[in-house]
Every structure is written in C-alpha cells, then in structure tokens.
C-alpha cells in the first residue's frame, strides 16, 4: 500500500528555515528594526562567511529580504526585511517566550519585546480563535477539506481513548 501524504504547510515552511543559522539570522533582523548589513550579521552571529552569503542570497531570492546598496554605486550592501518575513514574527517571539518560560538558564529575562509607542511589554502568544477566544489544546480541530487530506485522516487518525472521550464531553457541558 503507497504511503498516504498530506500537502502540510508546516513541512513546507521547515524546508525554508531548517537550515542551519537561518533562524537565527531573520532573528536579527527582527530585533534590530528590519535592517542589517552583512558585517552586523558576521560578527553577531559568529557564523562563517560562506555560510552567511548563502543564507542571504537564498533569503534574497525568497523574497524575504532584499539587498540594496548603502550608498550610490556603493559597494556596500544592506539587507532590509521585507512584508513577507517580518510576516513571521509571531512565530519568532512565540518560540521566544516559550524557550524563556521552560529554560532554566541564568540569561532568563535578558530582553524583553515593548511596543515601541508606549513600551508595554507583548501580549504572549496564544492559539485564538477568530473571534477572540483563547484555546487549549483540546479545543482545535483539524477538517480535511479535501479527498486526499480526507484519505490521509482515514490512514492515520488516532481514536480518542475514553479517557479523553469523558474529558471533552465535560468540557462541552460546562
């Protein structure tokens, strides 16, 4: 029997940012206002040369930033973020406030993300609904909305066990 796949666009994201350092770079972007130029990046990060132009030029034909002279026939470049990565942000600052709230390290509280009009700290993550309401993990779910996506929950779902059955119903009462 062929192995059943699912278009997942988790995966799809993986494959551009599971490279290695690449997270960390679109970090410094993020904290630094969007722009940097490619001597910032070298030495904040501690990462080779060749290493760091790959990840820019692969960035660059993204569309994820873009490359622009400092100055007139400059030799000098900048990468300025662009729409598209700053557009992960929030997956950015969760994993930030997650790593800080499990880690048991003595950097904890090193920096902390304010809105820049009034410095109020960010409201942490949450998984919301559209109408504004705060779910906990047993309140997603998934809707194939296609056959294959359909056919793939048919392979591989896992059945509630009762335990969890009793839980939901519960919760749904109360």
């Not at 040369?49 to 030029?57: D, G, I, Q, Y």
Request: a positive charge; one cysteine or more.
């Amino acid at each position: 029997m062929p192995e059943q796949k699912l278009q997942c666009y988790v995966s799809k994201a993986t494959d551009i940012l599971n490279e290695p350092w690449s997270m960390l770079i679109l970090r410094e972007f993020m904290i630094f206002g969007g722009t940097r130029r490619f001597e910032q990046l070298f030495h904040a990060l501690g990462i080779s040369r060749n290493v760091l132009t790959k990840r820019l030029a692969h960035f660059v034909e993204l569309e994820l930033i873009k490359k622009t002279p400092v100055a007139e026939n400059g030799k000098r470049m900048e990468y300025k973020l662009k729409r598209k990565a700053w557009e992960l942000s929030p997956v950015m600052l969760a994993l930030h406030v997650w790593a800080e709230k499990w880690s048991e390290d003595e950097f904890k509280g090193e920096i902390e993300f304010v809105d820049i009009y009034d410095e109020v700290p960010l409201a942490p993550a949450h998984v919301t609904s559209q109408n504004g309401k705060k779910l906990d993990p047993g309140e997603v779910k998934v809707i194939p909305k296609t056959l294959n996506a359909k056919k793939y929950f048919e392979t591989y779902r896992t059945m509630p066990s009762q335990s969890n059955e009793k839980s939901n119903e519960k919760s749904k009462a109360a």
